[in-house]
Each structure stands twice: as structure tokens, then as C-alpha cells.
């Protein structure tokens, strides 16, 4: 039996050969409908795997809930004073009433000049406690993180952000060195290492770049910055009062993510009659994501499939052209004793092999995918500057990744293709009347 | 002696739109084993209706055709096909070889569609192509031999299967008065072999190297008879 599969094959190969070019254009058909679903499948996966890393870096148990500045049509308080943001009070009584809440972290953060020497960086103070390198992933470079004996003894130690440190100390150890913030002077205990920007994900959490960041413990920014803050502005002096920038609240378990995120919700609404916050849950976002992924598989897998449909009516037509063509052979064939269902075999082997030869191709080409998308992105880089600065983050920093199933199931598809679109052709070709075939000129 | 083949008042109707056409009206004879039978005829006497009949390409509309016993117009699409594969050997008159298979590849095709694909088979191939004078030109194409060295590949492929029978369509039809008197030749080497053959043409000097002619006319029998030449002859080849 496999010397009659391996002979077929061989007769099916042979009779190809007698229109190489025809054989080519129809394999090209399928290779092209194979390469793009695993690169559609790739690209997908590529840009949906990086919304999801950005989202679980958000940690997939947090909360985090932040200060808005109002719209202004919104603001009630009159005067200079602009008050807004949640607040310590917000804190303690989130931390107190909702048992799944494991840990809290605090923040305050706001612009600010820091200088050494002659030098000056204009970057994001932030006023925080231990726990906030943990939620943010910061790797300390040299020296230590806050700790809570400063939060306790209201220290004035600063750890410094690696750009931070880097345009105020280019040839200096900051270790040790005292900077100044707002005529007020810090030490620094640690540098460290650079870290990418986070992406902005959702309305209310913005971009956040730690590249000029300089952090202090909370304690003393409240103690020593207080919560009004001066801002000059087109002239006019304006102090806004903010007591805490964002709170992230860790939730014990996954699946008390979602209700617990909605009793925050309801605590935070009775005490704040304007919108001056927002509530971030990365769980949320993850669901949304995952939804909106399975959305863009479908849709690109569709596309795919649609070239593929294409592959496989140029199959279907060129192996009727192929039958009628070769209507004497089949004659000679039936009448030197083959079946139907030789002939059948004949023919669609004649497909299969078509499609499995574009299936293979098309999946050693799919597997370039990911350095050629590199290539692409770094022609687009250097020939048209402008038009990567207009692409999104997500697509500019994306990498495609070959989703392993997507070759046995583009494989698959290629040599369904074959056998459905060479069906038809290879009936065609079975139930030709042999006399007439025999006659045919 | 025994009966190959035996025709039993064979009918075979076409329906032509409305109209039926009867290409055979009755037709009856035997070919015993080792016999060479020329069935002639002009065009329209029904003679392709009945190498139709005798290849099992098609079933009769009433009558029987025994080949080894059993009956053809009974048989199934399948059971024709096995029919053909095994126990008929076909000559056509444009040869009809595969031409993308080389020459051994064509002689081996009635061998495939009989799952007989042994090493042993092939050897008996190429022992068949070395008879009909092509040994050295086993992987040649078609298109690169002559009409003559074609129809040779054709009746190697035809003996292949060792039919009990060679059914020749008008073998010499498309070839030069040289190559076919070669040709004739080797099926009267064949013949003496002790190979049936059955051999339908229209032209007189070919049907006259068989041994009884069949004559058709309208879809009946005319004669048959006896070949006188062909009688002496084998006398001739008995004496010497």
C-alpha cells in the first residue's frame, strides 16, 4: 500500500512538472495564504501579548486609584485655593473598612526643580514608602531604597532616578552628595537602574516616564512641601491643595478584585461630590484585552482565511484546466483498468501535493516574521522619521511572536484547502465517460 | 480448446435525443483461446460499438459477453475496470501513451492499477520492452520515439497484465506501410506465441494477417470466414 502512495506521489509530481511555471503560480497561491496567517497570527499575538505585559505590570491584584484635577467648569471652591484629590482620610478609610485590601501604598508626587552644584533637572518628585519600589518594579543601582525608619524619623533622603542622576552627577558618586529641592536639601542614599516608561492604559492612568524621577518618604514631603502647592501660570498665581496623587490598593485574591474595586468605588462617590479621581483596575483592562484579542485573532485569522479561500480556488481552477486538458490520459488510464477512485487519488494528490508544497513554504517564511518585521521597523525608523514617531508605542515597540499552533493549524488548512478545492476537479475528472475521454483529441 | 471470449447475441441501442440507434442488432461469436480475429467493416457497421463491448468500456443493452466464463454485462463499474486491468490488453491506434511517463513507467501502468508493483514485475518490464525491441530505451518519453517504436511500448504495455486477450484498435492506422508491416509482424510472433488477439480495422490488407475475419455490416454479422492466406501460411510454418 505505501509503494502504491509513494508511486502516486511520484506520478503526481511528474505530471506538475509538465507546467512548472503553472505548478509555481498555483503553490504561490497557498504559500501566500499559509505565510500570512501565521505572520496575521504572529502580529496579533505580538501587539496583544505587549498590551497584556503593560497591564500586568499595573499588577493584575491592584487597584489604583489617583487624583484628577477637575474640569474647571466643575470646581466649586472659589479663590485662589484649588482643592481636589483624594485624601489621607480617603486612605485610612479604605484601608480600615475593606478587609480584602492586603496592602496600600501611597504616593504624592509633583514637578519640581532639583540642583547640585550649577546644575539643574526639572523632574517628578515623588513622595513615597518602601513598598512603591515593589509595585513599580525600580532595581536600585547602587545604595538603598526608602525605608521606614525615614518614613518614621521624617528623613530628608532621596533616592534619584538613574536620568536624574546622571544629568546631576555626570562625573561624580551621588552617594552621599546633598541635592536641592524647593530651597530644601536632600541626601542621597541610592541611584537607580533605568527603567522603560510604563504606557499609558486607560482614561485615568496616564504615561508615566521614571527616567527624571527623585524620591523622598512620604512623611517628609508632607512635612516639609506640605499639601498646597504655588504654581505660577500665565501670570496668575495659582495653589492647588493635594494630599495624596495615587493610592494603590492590593487585593488578596483575583477573584475579589473586581467587588472590591467596586466598593472603593462606593466609598471614594460618598465623599467626593466632583469626579476628582479615577479608579484603575488592571484586571478590567486585562479582560478588556483579552476580549479585544480574541477579537483581532478572528478578524486577522479571517483575513487569512479569505487568502486562503483565494489559494485554493486557484487550485480548483487550474486542476479543472488540468483535467480537461489531460481528459485523453484519464481515458487511457480507465480503460488500461483503473477505478474512479484511482483516478480521484490521482488528481487530488496532484492538489495536496500543490498545497502542502505552499503549506511548507509559507511556514518557513512564516517563521522569518519576526526578523523581518525587526527589518521593516528599522527601514520605516530610518527612511521616513516621521511617519515611526506617528506610530503608536505599542506597534513601534511590538515584537511578532509566532503562535506555536498557528503552524500545524496553517498546515492543516493548506492541505484542507487542497482536498476541498481538488475535489470537485478530481470528481470531475473520475465519473468522464472513458469512451469519450479515449476519443477526446 | 478453450473459449476466451463468446459474444451471445449482443444488442447495444444508443439513445440519440428522441431517437435510438441500434449499433449492434444480434451479434454472436467465439474466440477460442490462441486465436486471431480481425473484426472489420466500414465506418457506422457498428464495429467500435463492439470493441467497446469486447474492452469492457461499455455493457451490452442485452446478450452476453463471457470473458473466461464470466459475464461482462453484468458486471459493475468497479468489476469492469478490474476486468480491464487484468484480462484485456489494449492497442490503440494513436497509441495513447502517458506522456509523462517514460517508456518502462508506461508499460508498468496496467501493472499499478493492479497494486503489482514488485521489483520481480518491473524485471518482467523491462523483459517486454527488450522483446518488442525498446530494452535500450527505457526511460525515454514518448514524444522522443517514432510512431512505430510508440505502438511497440503500446503492445508491451498491452502484454503486461498477460491478457487473455490483445484487443487492437486499428494498431496500424497511424503509421507508414514500413512500420506496419513491422508492426503485423510482431503480432504474428505473438500470435504464434499462443496470444489472442483480436484486432478491429477497416483496411483489407491488415484484417487479411488474421486467421478468420469478422465482417459487420449495420450492426449484424455479414460473414465469417476463414483466412486462406493465413491457413497456408501456418501450414507453411508447421512444415518448416
Redesign the interface.
Known amino acids: 500500500m505505501l ?2 502512495w509513494i ?1 502516486t506521489f511520484q ?1 503526481g509530481v ?2 506538475l ?2 507546467h512548472p511555471l503553472r505548478s509555481l503560480l498555483t503553490v504561490l497561491g497557498i504559500f501566500i495564504g499559509v505565510a500570512s496567517v501565521i505572520w496575521l497570527l504572529a502580529i496579533g499575538e505580538g501587539i496583544s501579548r505587549k498590551a497584556q505585559e503593560q497591564i500586568e505590570s499595573l499588577g493584575a491584584t491592584n487597584i489604583i486609584i489617583r487624583s484628577i484635577k477637575p474640569p474647571s467648569e466643575q470646581i466649586q471652591s472659589s479663590g485662589l485655593l484649588l482643592q481636589y484629590g483624594i485624601t489621607r482620610a480617603d486612605y485610612e478609610r479604605l484601608v480600615s473598612t475593606i478587609p480584602t485590601i492586603t496592602r496600600a501604598v501611597r504616593i504624592r508626587e509633583l514637578r519640581q526643580r532639583f540642583s547640585y552644584g550649577g546644575r539643574m533637572v526639572d523632574g517628578r518628585l515623588v513622595g513615597c514608602t518602601p513598598e512603591y519600589k515593589d509595585i513599580v518594579r525600580l532595581e536600585m543601582d547602587r545604595g538603598r531604597f526608602i525605608e521606614d525608619t525615614d518614613l518614621e524619623d521624617l528623613k530628608n533622603y532621596c533616592v534619584l532616578a538613574a536620568g536624574t542622576a546622571e544629568r546631576l552627577f555626570p562625573f561624580e558618586d551621588p552617594i552621599g552628595k546633598v541635592i536641592r529641592i524647593e530651597e530644601q536639601y536632600y541626601v542621597v542614599v541610592g541611584v537607580c537602574k533605568p527603567k522603560m516608561p510604563s504606557a499609558g492604559i486607560g482614561g485615568s492612568f496616564a504615561a508615566q516616564d521614571f527616567s527624571s524621577d527623585v524620591y523622598i518618604p512620604i512623611t517628609t514631603l508632607w512635612w516639609r512641601i506640605g499639601d498646597v502647592i504655588f504654581t505660577r501660570r500665565a501670570g496668575s498665581l495659582e495653589a492647588e491643595q493635594v494630599e495624596l496623587s495615587q493610592i494603590t490598593l492590593q487585593v488578596d485574591k483575583t477573584e475579589n478584585v473586581i467587588s472590591t474595586a467596586d466598593v472603593v468605588k462606593a466609598t471614594l462617590a460618598r465623599y467626593h461630590p466632583t469626579e476628582d479621581y479615577g479608579v484603575t483596575v488592571p484586571l478590567e483592562l486585562l479582560e478588556q484585552a483579552r476580549i479585544t484579542r480574541m477579537m483581532f485573532m478572528i478578524f486577522m485569522g479571517l483575513i487569512a482565511g479569505i487568502s486562503l479561500v483565494v489559494g485554493g480556488i486557484g487550485i480548483m481552477n487550474i486542476m479543472l484546466a488540468t483535467v480537461t486538458e489531460r481528459t ?2 484519464i ?10 477512485r ?1 483516478i480521484i487519488r490521482q488528481f487530488l494528490v496532484e492538489t495536496v501535493v500543490l498545497s502542502t508544497l505552499g503549506g511548507i513554504t509559507g511556514i518557513l517564511v512564516g517563521f522569518t516574521c519576526p526578523l523581518l518585521s525587526e527589518a521593516i521597523m528599522s527601514a520605516i525608523q530610518i527612511l521616513m522619521p516621521r511617519v515611526y514617531d506617528s506610530l503608536p508605542e505599542i506597534v513601534r515597540t511590538m515584537r511578532p511572536v509566532i503562535v506555536p499552533s498557528s503552524v500545524p493549524l496553517a498546515f492543516g488548512i493548506a492541505v484542507a484547502v487542497g482536498v476541498i478545492f481538488g475535489l470537485y476537479p478530481a470528481r470531475r475528472a473520475a465519473n468522464m465517460d ?2 469519450e475521454a ?1 476519443r477526446h483529441e | 480448446m478453450n473459449i476466451g471470449v463468446s459474444v451471445q447475441n449482443v444488442t447495444k441501442d444508443y439513445h440519440m435525443g428522441t431517437e435510438v440507434v441500434h449499433a449492434l442488432r444480434g451479434v454472436s461469436f467465439d474466440v477460442p483461446e490462441g486465436d486471431y480475429v480481425a473484426i472489420m467493416g466500414a465506418s457506422g457497421s457498428g464495429k467500435s460499438t463492439l470493441l ?1 463491448l469486447l ?1 469492457c ?2 455493457h451490452p443493452t442485452s446478450g452476453k459477453i463471457l470473458l473466461d466464463g464470466e459475464n461482462v454485462a453484468e458486471a459493475s ?2 468489476r469492469l ?2 476486468l ?3 484480462k484485456i490488453g ?1 492497442v ?1 491506434q494513436s497509441f ?6 517514460t517508456v518502462l513507467e508506461n508499460i508498468e ?2 501493472l ?4 503489482r ?1 514488485s521489483p520481480k514485475e518491473r524485471a518482467r518490464c523491462k523483459e517486454l520492452a527488450a522483446m518488442v525491441g525498446l530494452g535500450a530505451r527505457l526511460n525515454h518519453r514518448p514524444t522522443q520515439l517514432s510512431g512505430g517504436q510508440q505502438q511497440r511500448v503500446a503492445i508491451a ?1 498491452a502484454l503486461v ?1 498477460d491478457p487473455i486477450f490483445i484487443l487492437a484498435d486499428e494498431p496500424t492506422g497511424n503509421l507508414d506501410s514500413v512500420t506496419t508491416e513491422e508492426i503485423m509482424n510482431l503480432f504474428d510472433e505473438l500470435n504464434r506465441q499462443g496470444k489472442t488477439i483480436i484486432l478491429v480495422t477497416h483496411e483489407l490488407d491488415v484484417g487479411s494477417r488474421a486467421k478468420r475475419i469478422i465482417r459487420l455490416r449495420d450492426g449484424k454479422i455479414e460473414s465469417i470466414t476463414d483466412n486462406p492466406a493465413r491457413s497456408s501460411a501456418r501450414t507453411e510454418a508447421a512444415v518448416n
Not at chain 1, 481515458?331 to 474512479?340: F, N, P
Open positions: 509503494v502504491l508511486r506520478l511528474k505530471s512538472m509538465l485523453r490520459e481515458g487511457i488510464r480507465r480503460a488500461l483498468g483503473a477505478k474512479r484511482d472513458p469512451i479515449l | 467497446n474492452g468500456l461499455d463499474d468497479d475496470a478490474e480491464r486491468a487484468s489494449f490503440f495513447n501513451l502517458i506522456p509523462q511517463l501502468v496496467p499499478y492499477y493492479q497494486r508493483l504495455r497484465n
